[in-house]
Structure formats: C-alpha cells, structure tokens
C-alpha cells in the first residue's frame, strides 16, 4: 500500500513562512514525480510545485518566487518551502507523486490526505 504523510502547515501570518514535507512510504519500485498543489475553498485545485527524480522543477503562477520546492530521493520525501505568505495562500495543501509500483508497471499518481495551511492578515 502506497502512502503520502504530509507534514506542516497549520496557523501562519501574513508575510510569513511556512515549510510542508510528505514522505512516501509502503511497498513501490520508484517515484518519478513529485509536487504540492492547493485548493482553496470554491475554487479549483491547482499546482503550487513539482520536482521530477532529476531535480527539474516547475512552479504554478501563484507560487513563482515565493516558492521553493526539494526532494530527498533517499528518503522519497518531497519539501515545500514558501515565503512571503499572504490571505490567498489559505488552502488545503496536497502532495502528490508519480509511482512505478512495481517493475514493468505503468506509472500512477497517488496524494496524500491534504494538509490545511491558513493565512491570517
């Protein structure tokens, strides 16, 4: 069975900082992919951050210079680091990766139970 924990989030100020991790963890042959997205009540999820196995990344609009996304590959952990919060950011935060659960199968995205991450003015 294929987990994502997640970690962080909570109670934050304006201007502020926050920094989310998730950790894969159960039974798969590799992890390609990974990344946060968001949703805000009413509104559409949306992608904060990826970061491929090689390190390339790829940040939504709401997140350019804000944001930055890491990974430890030995620990199948991805890291969300975002600065300079404001009230928009308020929203559940979900992690999500691709895995190859086992070898020769195709690849298939799981996420995590979401974290909530509130902004205050």
């Known amino acids: 069975q294929v987990q994502l924990v997640e970690s962080g989030g909570g109670l934050e100020q304006a201007g502020g900082s926050l920094r989310l991790s998730c950790a894969a963890s159960?039974?798969?042959?590799?992890?390609?992919?990974m990344g946060w997205y968001r949703q805000a009540p009413g509104k559409q999820r949306e992608l904060v951050a990826t970061?491929?196995?090689?390190?390339?990344?790829d940040y939504g609009d709401s997140a350019k210079g804000r944001a930055t996304i890491s990974r430890d590959n030995n620990k199948n952990t991805v890291y969300l680091q975002m600065n300079s919060l404001r009230p928009e950011d308020t929203a559940v935060y979900y992690c999500?990766?691709?895995?190859?659960?086992?070898?020769?199968?195709?690849?298939?995205?799981?996420w995590g139970q979401g974290t909530q991450v509130t902004v205050s003015s």
């Open positions: 159960g039974s798969f042959f590799s992890v390609n992919a």
């Open positions: 970061i491929t196995s090689g390190r390339n990344t």
């Open positions: 999500a990766a691709d895995f190859i659960v086992t070898c020769g199968s195709g690849q298939k995205k799981y």
